[in-house]
C-alpha cells in the first residue's frame, strides 16, 4: 500500500505580501484527511449487520481477500448481489422473506461496503472470478443469482461465462447493454462521466458527500418519505469507510468491458430468467427494462408500481412475493 508523501509548507514572505496562509489550513487538513482515509487499513469488523433486521455478518476469504456476507435460513441457494457503490443494505428487505424457504446469502462485493478493497481493475471478468471464489468457499456448486443494477450485470456475466453454476436468474433493474446511451440518471452519468483524479474525488467526497448521497438516493428511490435521516445516514457511513472511492472510480473504468465481452451476449441466455423492474426508474427507464426483456428469450417480465431503481428496498412485499413464486416454481 502506498504512503501518502509528506506535504511541506511553502514558504510565505510576509513582508513582500500581506496573503496570509491561515485560511488554507482547513482545506490542507481535509484533503490529508481524505487521503489518510483512502490509505486506511480495513476497520474492524462489526458484528452485526446494520439493517431491519439484526443479522451476524459473517467473511470469506477469497483470493486472498476478506468479503463480508450474510448468511441465512437452510434450503437453496439463493445469492443477492448489489449494485455500484452499494452494499449488502440493499437487501435488508430480503433476508427474513427468503430466508423461510431457501438459504441466503448477501456480500458485499470486493471493493464495496465491510469487505476489502484490493487494487484491481475490477473489471467485469475479475468480479466473476470472485463470485465463483465466494461460492467455492462456501462449497456452493450452484444458485440462484438475484442481482439489482449493476449487480445484476454481474448475474448476467455469471449466467454466459459460468452458465453450470446458475441455477435461476433474477435481474432487477439489471444493466443494459450500451449503458451510457441508455442511462438517465444525472447523478450516475456524472459520476461515470468525470475524469477527475481519484485523490480531489475523495476530497469532493469528504467536503460534499452528504449532500451528494442525499441526492442520488433521492434519484433511485421514487418515495422520497422512506429516505429517513437514519437511512441517510447509514449511506454516508457507509460512502465513508477507508478506501472505498478508488474501487468506485476503478468499476467505471471497467465499464467497456462489460460493453464488449457480455453485453453482445445477453441474448445467449438460456437460464429461466426473471426481470423485474421500478415503474419510476429515473436510473434506467422501464423501456430499457423491456428491451432486455426481449432480449433474452422466454424470460418473464414484473413491472412493480410506485417504485425507482431499487424496488426490492421499496417495495419489498411486492418483490418478495415475486422472487418466491419464481425461484420455487
Known amino acids: 500500500m502506498k504512503r ?14 500581506p496573503y496570509r496562509p491561515w485560511p488554507l489550513v482547513p482545506l490542507v487538513l481535509c ?21 431491519f433486521h439484526r443479522l451476524p455478518i459473517k467473511t470469506a476469504v ?3 481477500q476478506r468479503i463480508a456476507y450474510l448468511d441465512v435460513g437452510a434450503g437453496p441457494p439463493v445469492i443477492l448481489i448489489h ?33 476489502d478493497k484490493p487494487d484491481i481493475d475490477y473489471r467485469t471478468d475479475q468480479m466473476l472470478d470472485f463470485c465463483i471464489g465466494f461460492m467455492n468457499a462456501l462449497q456452493i456448486d450452484k444458485a440462484t443469482l438475484v442481482g439489482n443494477s ?72 421514487h418515495d422520497h418519505t422512506l429516505l429517513t435521516p437514519a437511512v441517510i445516514d447509514r449511506s454516508n457511513r457507509n460512502r465513508r469507510r477507508p478506501g472505498i472511492i478508488k474501487p468506485i472510480m476503478a468499476v467505471r473504468n471497467a465499464l467497456p468491458s462489460w460493453e464488449t465481452d457480455f453485453a453482445p451476449r445477453l441474448s445467449t441466455i438460456a437460464h429461466p430468467t426473471l426481470i423485474i423492474w421500478g415503474e ?25 408500481s410506485d417504485a425507482g431503481h431499487m ?19
Open 4 to 17: 501518502s508523501s509528506n506535504l511541506s509548507s511553502p514558504r510565505v514572505e510576509h513582508l513582500a505580501s
Open 31 to 51: 484533503l490529508l484527511s481524505s487521503l489518510m482515509t483512502a490509505c486506511a487499513p480495513p476497520s474492524q469488523m462489526p458484528p452485526y449487520f446494520d439493517a
Open 62 to 64: 477469497v483470493h486472498e
Open 83 to 115: 449494485g455500484f457503490g452499494g452494499s449488502m443494505w440493499q437487501w435488508e428487505h430480503q433476508q427474513h422473506a427468503l430466508s423461510q424457504q431457501f438459504r441466503v446469502l448477501t456480500p458485499d462485493l470486493p471493493g464495496s461496503g465491510l469487505s
Open 150 to 221: 449493476m449487480g445484476a450485470g454481474l448475474a448476467s456475466g455469471m449466467a454466459i461465462a459460468h452458465p453450470t453454476r446458475v441455477d435461476k436468474l433474477v435481474l432487477i433493474s439489471g444493466l443494459p447493454s450500451q449503458v451510457m446511451a441508455k442511462l438517465s440518471s444525472r447523478s450516475f452519468r456524472k459520476a461515470l462521466e468525470t475524469r477527475a483524479p481519484v485523490w480531489l474525488i475523495s476530497l469532493g467526497n469528504w467536503l460534499f458527500g452528504g449532500m451528494a448521497t442525499e441526492s442520488v438516493l433521492k434519484e433511485i428511490v
Open 280 to 304: 419510476y426508474d429515473r436510473v434506467f427507464p422501464i423501456p430499457v427494462g423491456e428491451e432486455l426483456h426481449h432480449r433474452i428469450r422466454g424470460s418473464q417480465f414484473v413491472r412493480i
Open 311 to 329: 424496488p426490492q428496498w421499496e417495495r419489498p412485499e411486492l418483490v418478495n412475493r415475486s422472487l418466491i413464486a419464481y425461484i420455487q416454481s
